[in-house]
């Protein structure tokens, strides 16, 4: 099965300061968030990103994935739990849907992404 055709939909999350952080060259980076830009377009994925300088209540201190409102996978710098205990994830369910309300998808998203690819590419002509 063609991965766009799966059931499986997906939404993933990043403040806009994250696509900052260049863990590969300018190149690479230009290519990377030019990879997370056209796959915007895949009808199972929405990707939002949290504008900078977006007011934000709450600070996420690590990362997670949440599966089907059934059960999170927790990431930290030292361990990995996956919770399935209803009162545990229906905490994230709400985090994450916090965090949704915050983060601008389709267009505006693929707007700060070409700007953040820019920037890298001017990097990398320097």
């Known amino acids: 099965m063609d991965e766009e055709d799966t ?6 999350l990043t403040p806009e300061g994250a696509l900052g952080w260049a863990l590969l060259s300018p190149d690479g980076m230009a290519t990377q968030i030019d990879h997370l830009a056209a796959a915007t377009g895949r009808p199972n994925l929405r990707l939002g990103i949290i504008p900078w300088g977006r007011p934000c209540p709450t600070l996420p201190l690590h990362t997670w994935g949440l ?5 999170v996978i927790v990431g930290t710098t030292t361990a990995t739990a996956i919770l399935t205990e209803p009162l545990d994830v229906a905490r994230y369910v709400e985090l ?8 601008v998808f389709g267009d505006e ?11 890298y590419r001017r990097l990398a002509s320097s």
């Open 96 to 103: 994450t849907d916090e965090l949704e309300r915050l983060a």
């Open 109 to 119: 998203a693929r707007a700060i992404l070409d700007r953040v690819a820019e920037r």
């Open 67 to 71: 599966f089907d409102q059934r059960a």
């Open 7 to 12: 059931p499986r939909r997906f939404v993933i």
